[in-house]
């Protein structure tokens, strides 16, 4: 079984709103991710959590905010975004996440397509 | 600063036709690199590549990397409409996978 799952399929959000983007594995992988991915342009990546702690940012502004209940969950909340915002939110996990030694394939989820209205 | 070219960009093809696709890449502590398919919404996992030379096939699917010459390619045999999709290649150094930006690919009946 290697499926990631993700809710909601889709996502309408004012500027002023409060959301979360949610994602679950049962793997056992014990790194998540969270991407970024705008029409026509490949996956970007937003954070990695390795056993559950923040491993990566890559710069991403503080309206995004990440969280990791536990090894088996990832959330994404969202609050004060723009309009540039809107793209597909892509939740990913591999078996592990260490920086320079082995590397393990990831998985993705089927994505939340987000609109900022 | 890494890079990844994909090419061709697009590629139209008929059914029953091969074809190779193409990833060129300069990465620094490269590990491996990742190959995904990309239809409407997830990318799929195909294949990882870590060693140089060592064909990895999967079906109708193949791909080979050469670390010397930093690239890899991606042979599809006997395509199928179902391969119609965006492929993507992705090196990883040692913090993460960097996408090039697909190779769009179109099969016809």
């Known amino acids: 079984d290697t499926e990631v799952t993700q809710t909601p399929k889709h996502l309408v959000m004012g500027m002023t709103n409060k959301k979360s983007l949610k994602c679950e594995q049962h793997?056992?992988?014990?790194?998540m991710y969270w991407y970024k991915q705008k029409a026509k342009k490949p996956p970007e990546l937003m954070f990695v959590?390795?056993?559950?702690?923040?491993?990566i940012n890559e710069s991403v502004p503080s309206r995004f905010s990440p969280e990791c209940p536990n090894s088996s969950l990832l959330n994404l909340h969202l609050h004060a975004l723009q309009p540039e915002d809107s793209a597909l939110y892509l939740c990913?996990?591999?078996?592990?996440?260490?920086?320079?030694?082995?590397?393990?394939?990831?998985?993705f989820g089927p994505g939340t397509r987000l609109t900022v209205t | 600063e890494d890079k990844v070219v994909q090419s061709p960009l697009s590629l139209v093809v008929h059914e029953g036709d091969t074809v190779t696709l193409n990833c060129s890449y300069e990465v620094t502590n490269f590990r491996s690199l990742l190959w995904y398919k990309q239809e409407k919404k997830a990318p799929t996992f195909l294949f990882m590549l870590?060693?140089?030379?060592i064909e990895k096939k999967s079906g109708r699917l193949s791909s080979i990397l050469d670390k010397k010459e930093l690239f890899s390619i991606l042979n599809i045999t006997a395509t199928q409409t179902g391969d119609s999709a965006i492929y993507l290649c992705?090196?990883?150094?040692?913090?993460?996978?960097?996408f090039g930006t697909g190779t769009r690919l179109q099969v016809f009946p």
């Open positions: 793997m056992g992988h014990r790194a």
């Open positions: 870590t060693s140089s030379g």
């Open positions: 990913a996990s591999s078996q592990d996440f260490q920086r320079g030694v082995t590397p393990y394939e990831q998985y």
């Open positions: 959590y390795s056993y559950e702690k923040l491993s």
């Open positions: 992705a090196p990883r150094n040692t913090d993460k996978l960097i």
